[in-house]
Each structure stands twice: as C-alpha cells, then as structure tokens.
C-alpha cells in the first residue's frame, strides 16, 4: 500500500512570496490533515478536511493560509505572502480509512525555510 | 484545551540499556492516546494507539502502557537503530474529531 505522498520536499523563498505544497493521501482515507512542525517541536494541527469538506481550520492563519482538497482526494496548501515564522516542516497526513478509523499517518513532508 | 508533556526531552542510553519515556496530558476525555516514533528528515511514523487506562501494547523492543494521566513507553534493550524522536499524542472529546494534539518529543539517543 503506497504511503502518502508529498511534494515538493524541500522549498527555499524569500518572505512576502508565496508558495504551495501539494499532498496525496492514503487510497481510501476520507480524512486528510495539515500540521505544521517547527524544529524541536511536536506537529500543531493547521486544517482538517473530512472528504472535500473542512471539519476544523480553527488553528489556520487565514489571513495568509489557505487550503483546499477538490474533489476529495489530494490537497494543496498555500502560504502567500510567506513570513520568516512560517520557517518549519508542513506534514500531510490521512486517517479514517478500513481498520485504522483513529490513526494518522503520515507523509515525509516538505521543509520550508523563508529567508 | 489539551495539553501533552513529554519527557525527558533527550535521552542518552548505552546499547542494551533498558528505559522509559514518559508522556503526562490533560484532556476533558480521552478518545485515544498516540505513539509515534520520527526520524530526522521524516514524517512521523505510528506505533501504538493506547483507549483505556490499563492497556498495553508491545512491538518488538517497545512496550506502550497508559493510566489516567500519563502514558510510557518501556525501550527493553535498545539498540543504535532505535534511535530517533518519539512522539506521543492525545485525541481528546474536545475538538474536531479525531484531532491529534502533540507533545514536543523525546530525543532518544542509543549508543553502540
């Protein structure tokens, strides 16, 4: 069974440009999340989608963040414009598939550094 | 709010030398409570997935245990490859469902 996928897995931008991560779930997991991971830290929930709907953004930055899973399967996560804080690995990860209604997991996840 | 703290955050253990890791939280109910085990460069990979005080779980070296406020993970005679990052995470009955709120980590380091 194929993991999931993320892309690109590396990204350097200077601040106030803008970029976007693309994430490929699990075949089959209707729930797909963004976490954002700041070194020496645990992974902070940024947005969760249940299909194509958002169940909880209630820790996304909406003034610069946004996200969207079209048609219920890959997603794409979009910072614009960028700041230096947003320096961290963004992890993709799906859950709520057959016998693993609970876990996540995860993908290898992209590390952004804005200079 | 939910709250995990782990600890210790680093860990120093010489091959074979068996350890605990402990992860305390505070949730208005738990739903479930998440190891994770992460390596430099990687997302974080599942272990063990622990619903009620009492249970146990066993993977090789690891053993995962929970009580109403903290959970351990018991490393019985670690070697060099059982070294990286582990996570430890709480889904509570607050929040979205299925919601993971994380702990910082411990870093363990198993030495030759």
């Known amino acids: 069974e194929a993991g999931v996928a993320q892309s690109p897995r590396y990204k350097i931008i200077e601040k106030r440009q803008s970029v976007a991560f693309w994430c490929n779930p699990i075949s089959g997991h209707a729930t797909l999340y963004w976490y954002q991971q700041i070194l020496g830290q645990g992974p902070k929930l940024l947005i969760q989608?249940?299909?194509?709907?958002?169940?909880?953004d209630s820790q996304l930055p909406k003034d610069r963040f946004s996200a969207e899973r079209l048609k219920g399967v890959d997603s794409t996560l979009k910072i614009q414009p960028a700041k230096l804080e947003d320096s961290a690995v963004y992890l993709c990860a799906s859950g709520g598939g057959q016998g693993s209604y609970n876990e996540q997991f995860f993908g290898p996840g992209t590390r952004l550094t804005v200079l | 709010e939910d709250q995990v703290t782990q600890s210790p955050e680093a860990l120093r253990l010489q091959e074979g030398e068996s350890s605990s890791l402990n992860c305390s939280y505070t949730?208005?109910?738990?739903?479930?409570l998440f190891w994770y085990r992460q390596d430099p460069g990687k997302g974080p990979e599942f272990l063990f997935t622990l619903y009620s005080a009492g249970e146990e779980k066993e993977k090789e070296r690891l053993k995962a245990t929970l009580t109403k406020k903290e959970s351990f993970l018991h490393i019985t005679a670690p070697k060099p490859e059982d070294s990286a990052t582990y996570l430890c995470?709480?889904?509570?009955?607050?929040?979205?469902?299925?919601?993971?709120?994380f702990g910082s980590g411990t870093q363990l380091t198993v030495l030759p």
């Open positions: 995470a709480v889904q509570g009955i607050s929040g979205s469902a299925r919601q993971l709120t």
């Open positions: 989608f249940q299909n194509n709907g958002v169940v909880d």
């Open positions: 949730v208005s109910g738990l739903r479930g």
